[in-house]
């Protein structure tokens, strides 16, 4: 892909010490039901919750976890809430991606002072288990970040939560970690953002795509990937671009009624089986064409697996100069052709797919023309 560009990191010191994602937050509908649909068909499980029974009377909240990943599903029990109008507005999506870090005070007053919207000052919860610190601060959109400082608690969760009393056990589908959250920003938005990652905490550019890199005969977008000191967060940034017909960031940008939380890219170590047990489990993957696979050797060199069950599945390959990924991206998980998942396993790659741009691309316009969107 001639028009990308890969510049390595070169920090000596990490000005904004993040230890990896926390959790990811979504403000939902229907929090139970949401809850039901993550163990039964993602593999999490249920481990905790608040809601009326705990002294909780604005909202209820379900931790959902899988390996490193954890997922909260939040909804309001009353209209008059800032919940009920999140998803009045946007549907069911993502409110907070928050981040662990060691010192939540301090890395707030520093955000801040770099020019981070506040979103709620620091906070100390406690119980018998010790003390969680969460701070908040406002990226693009009503998407926020709160900043998490968990090293003085040994609960499961944090404080005010109780164990989930239902059926919230699950064997897992493989899920091990968040590799990347996507942010899809307005038209002219991405450079801005891409600056506050930088000047705020302290991000790097790993890679940009141009238009010309993204497009299909129809539809542009531009991306650049930014990444914290120790790479455990990447946040690759979208905007739309200019195209014949409508990009699917526009798409999304009108139904999500601006900017917010695209994918997420879920990490396992070994995508066949862990989207053969989604698949069956009813999730649903765009697909390429069949010919996408009658090259794939060819463009990416061997690889370990076994390409029946990888041309079966519809799963995607790509290499870098460090070695390939396999990944797959699901349709979108509400009836709003908003947030969907990738499932992706690395193996030595640390790229994006970029040379699956083109065939997903046109996979998601076959899409967008069906729901009369492109
Ligand atoms: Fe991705």
Known sequence: MGTATLTAPEQVT???PI??????EFYVGNAKQ????????????????RGPETGTRDRASYILEQD?????????????????AHVHKHGDGVKDIALWVDDARKAFRLAVERGAKPAYEPKSLVDENGEVVLAGIHTYGETIHSLVERKNYKGPFMPGFVPFAGKGDSQGVGLKYIDHCVGNVELGAMNKWVKYYADVLGFTQL???????????????????????????????????????????????????GPGCQHIAIATDNIIDTVTKLRD??????????TYYDTVTERVGKIDEDLAPIRDLGILVDRDEEGYLLQ????????????????????????????NFK??????????DLRGNL
């Open 19 to 24: 230890n990896g994602t926390d959790f990811i």
């Open 281 to 290: 489990n009813g999730v649903e993957f765009l697909r390429v064409p069949g």
């Open 14 to 16: 990490d000005t904004f």
């Open 207 to 257: 890679i940009s795509f141009d238009d010309k890199a993204i497009s299909t005969e129809y539809s542009a977008l531009m991306s650049k990937v930014v990444a914290n000191g120790n790479g455990r967060i990447k946040f690759p940034l979208n905007e739309p671009a200019k195209g014949k017909k409508k990009s699917q960031i526009d798409e999304y940008l009108e139904f999500y009624e």
């Open 68 to 84: 490193k990943v954890r997922l909260v599903l939040t909804t309001a029990l009353r209209p008059d809430s800032e919940i009920a």
């Open 328 to 355: 797959i991206f699901s349709k979108p998980m509400e009836d709003r052709p908003t947030l969907f998942y990738e499932i992706i396993q690395r193996k030595g790659a640390k790229s994006f797919g970029a040379g």
């Open 359 to 368: 065939a997903l691309f046109e996979a998601l316009e076959r899409e967008q």
């Open 34 to 49: 949401a809850a039901h649909f993550y163990r039964n068909v993602f593999g999490y499980k249920i481990l905790a919750y």
